[in-house]
């Protein structure tokens, strides 16, 4: 049977995995066989795309916020909220242990991994605002990044694999070159920061970043002009950035009445980028865009999602979208105020093509 055509405006959900708890990252193995996600109920879940078995990783204390998996073999990387990071072999059997643990990464929340160095390097960054470079063999401290004033959101790693990027609260996003990790620059998105006089907090910042595949464009993911510190509506946006002059090319904007920040960006190839936000009461849209146009170029309605990744092949999709339990999202029932119902997941796999079409009988 022919393949179908990438054709975003085809894309269609192909797959689900419900989960009874809130997820909040979910990511492809480096074979595209395997995902895996993290959440609210401390486990590490793996699920077999093709027949759908599942298995769990026991050995964080406390929700878990982040992940990444190498590049290539078999190691899987998660982090905590208490900032421990351990590493797993993902195609071990259900109850596997990891194979080393880092118990203090960051002093809070660790909320970003990345892979860096064709696999040497395992980047983490978080609360604390120090980005740290690990060696993947062992675990061991390699590097500390300083120079970030508040917490770091965000991570990538630029395709020629010389430049780390990290992203913060205050819509500061720093260079670092690799190998060297000296600070070689730093790119201005503070329009995704606010913080009003009447505020309590800083609200927003660089949520998400996604290089394209030739490396000419950088896209920054979050939302501007908060509205308060409350539920922190705000307008989403994306920023795009030309690489080579770190000049600010376009904003980009989305259709639904979303609210929140976009939490997941992909580039799918050099003209078309993805990106999936979340909304106070969960619906929203999964957008598509060219990158030099500022409206959508196609978008499937949705439920709020907090991460987005691209498949191996580049021909997919997926998305850990939550389902909310309660009222605003506090899990609360108007009819049952003793019963606490916790949002749910459906982990979602979006195909970005046709359905391919069945032969006709005898032919």
Request: proline share 6%.
């Amino acid at each position: 049977m022919k393949t179908p055509p990438l054709d975003i405006r085809k894309a269609r959900v192909s797959a689900e995995f419900k989960h009874p708890s809130q997820l909040f990252r979910a990511r492809f193995s480096p074979c595209g066989k395997v995902i895996a996600a993290i959440g609210v109920d401390t486990a590490v879940h793996l699920w077999n795309i093709e027949d759908k078995a599942k298995k769990s990783f026991l050995g964080h204390k406390t929700w878990v916020s982040s992940m990444c998996f190498s590049s290539a073999g078999s190691d899987l990387y998660t982090a905590d909220y208490h900032g421990v990071i351990h590493c797993w072999n993902y195609l071990g059997g259900a109850g596997s242990k990891p194979r080393w643990t880092i118990p203090a990464a960051d002093k809070d929340n660790v909320r970003a991994l990345t892979i860096a160095g064709n696999g040497k390097f395992l980047v983490s960054a978080g609360d604390e605002g120090v980005v740290r470079v690990w060696n993947t063999a062992n675990g061991k401290l390699l590097k500390e990044l300083k120079g970030h004033t508040e917490c770091v959101f965000s991570l990538a790693v630029h395709p020629d694999g010389k430049t780390l990027v990290s992203g913060d609260l205050l819509g500061s996003i720093r260079k670092w070159g690799i190998p060297s990790w000296k600070e070689t620059g730093e790119l201005d998105a503070r329009v995704l920061h606010t913080r009003k006089d009447n505020f309590i907090a800083d609200v927003g910042g660089v949520r998400s970043l996604s290089f394209n595949p030739s490396g000419k464009l950088l896209a920054v993911g979050g939302f501007r002009d908060a509205k308060s510190n409350a539920f922190c509506p705000g307008t989403p946006a994306v920023l795009v950035f030309d690489w080579n002059k770190g000049k600010l090319k376009t904003e980009l904007r989305v259709k639904a009445k979303s609210d929140g920040p976009i939490n997941g960006l992909c580039f799918i190839n050099d003209s078309t980028l993805a990106g999936y936000g979340e909304h106070l009461h969960s619906a929203t849209e999964l957008s598509f865009w060219d990158p030099a146009k500022q409206a959508p170029l196609h978008s499937l309605p949705g439920h709020s999602a907090y991460d987005l990744d691209l498949h191996p092949a580049g021909r997919r999709l997926l998305a850990p979208v939550y389902l909310s339990g309660g009222t605003s999202g506090n899990g609360a029932q108007k009819r049952h105020r003793e019963k606490y119902s916790p949002n749910e997941t459906v982990l979602t796999i979006y195909d970005l093509f046709a359905e391919a079409k069945k032969p006709e009988p005898g032919k």
